[in-house]
């Protein structure tokens, strides 16, 4: 999202801190700096920007709306990179919560058509486009190399992380082992104190932690910053549930986390069943425990 980047995982797309919250950010992901400074944007794209800039500021039920209404705006431009820049900061934006399957379904087509007719885009675009495919599960009519081989990088990339295994400490000393918990239901959270939609998880986390942990739930929360700046933060929230420290960010490294928050849900038998890439809300969440046998009714 998401996708909050993570600073050290920015080489050429803006060290120190990128939250993606205009959509110039977000188009960071596929423009250089310098390049998008340079960008003109046309007198019928620049009310679509403007809208952009506000999204985060709506409410969600609002806000639901208003991607859509942009996805289908941005659809109906003409062909150019600009469109494509206006789909893909669309697309980022359009996981941070719960605004409904066609809505990303129309974000997905509009980022899909605008690709199609501007076939030689870079291919972050086509990985946030295959993003969708696979982890919300919408349909897209495109059989582009570019969109295939992002996909088949996410299905060996999965591979990894179902087999993945760490052992971490956490703020009150102890150890835990990932591969050690099986017979519980795991959901393995990356996170930062400075990230927004982190920070909007967590009091969901926490009430499901509490619910469920009598079947056998663990959340394990793991963030790369010193344990000076997160042991308050916990301390002030009230977290309960497992804080992991990943100073050298090694577990970031081997579930290919570049942007957070990113939630994985592992089942009894320690298989990953699923996974967001984005922010999610307490209702998403359940859906995701119930996939992995959690009795959520």
Known sequence: MRKQLKPSALPSKIRGGLFCIAVLSCLALTQPLQAQKQIQWSEQEKPIVEKLHGLRRLPDDVRAHATKDLALAIRALPASPNKIRLAHGLANLSTEGDFGHDTLQQVATTLADSLRETPNAQETAYFELAQLVRYEHVQVASDAPQLQKALAQMEATDQVRDKANFTLTALDGKKWTLKELQGKVVLVNFWATWCPPCRKEIPDLEVL?????????????????????????????????????????????????????????????????????????????????????????
């Open 209 to 297: 932690y509490r619910r469920f942990e009598n079947q056998g739930l663990v959340v394990l929360a793991i963030s790369d910053e010193p344990e000076d700046k997160v042991k308050p933060f916990i301390a002030e929230n009230k977290v309960t549930y497992p804080v992991l420290l990943d100073p050298d960010d090694n577990v970031h490294k081997l579930f290919d986390v570049e942007g957070i928050p990113h939630n994985f849900v592992y089942d009894r038998a320690g298989k990953l069943v699923t996974q967001s890439i984005d922010m999610r809300t307490q209702r998403q969440f359940l859906e995701m425990l119930a996939q992995a046998g959690i009795q959520t009714q």
